[in-house]
């Protein structure tokens, strides 16, 4: 039996190394769609050359999704689980194996957890760019 659990947690491991990474493409898939959103969010006048996500990591800098649209939370998160649907099945199975933790089985809140967390962290990532920097300096004056 020690060596069945040994084994589960090697597959567990394993699948984190190319879960995070399969995680990551999958939330930059759906930024790229995003990015071709015409909602207009946020009271500033942002230039022309801003698209959705360029406005939405400004915004969630200060609000939470709900504080900016009503629906935007749902809007984000279904662009998100539909990229998560079209993974291949093995990409699916290191994401939903990675999120195992050994004896309890696949969990799917904790694998969507991870997607949502990623995505969060790449929109903060992306808040840092210099079009976005320039943008906020020149608005703080």
Same mark, same amino acid.
């Given at each position: ?42 009271? *500033? !006048? ?5 698209? @959705? +996500?360029?406005?939405? &990591? ?6 939470? $999704? #709900? ?17 998560? *649907? !079209? ?5 699916? @199975? +290191?994401?939903?194996? &990675? ?6 089985? $696949? #969990? ?26 320039? +943008? ?6």
């Amino acid at each position: 039996m020690a060596d069945n659990n040994e084994l589960i947690k090697e597959i567990q491991n394993q699948c984190k190394y190319f879960a995070n990474d399969i995680v990551t493409r999958l939330c930059k898939r759906a930024i790229r769609k995003m990015k071709a959103w015409e909602i207009k969010i946020g009271e *500033d !006048n942002y230039p022309e050359s801003f698209n @959705f +996500f360029d406005i939405l &990591s400004i915004e969630c800098q200060s609000k939470c $999704y #709900d504080e900016i649209s009503p629906c935007l939370k749902d809007a984000i998160e279904g662009v998100l689980d539909n990229e998560y *649907d !079209n993974l291949l099945p093995q990409e699916r @199975f +290191f994401v939903d194996y &990675s999120r195992c933790y050994y004896d309890n089985g $696949y #969990d799917p809140i904790s694998v969507k957890q991870l997607i949502y967390k990623r995505f969060n962290e790449l929109l903060n990532e992306h808040w840092r760019i210099k079009k976005i920097s320039n +943008f906020e300096e020149s608005r703080s004056w």
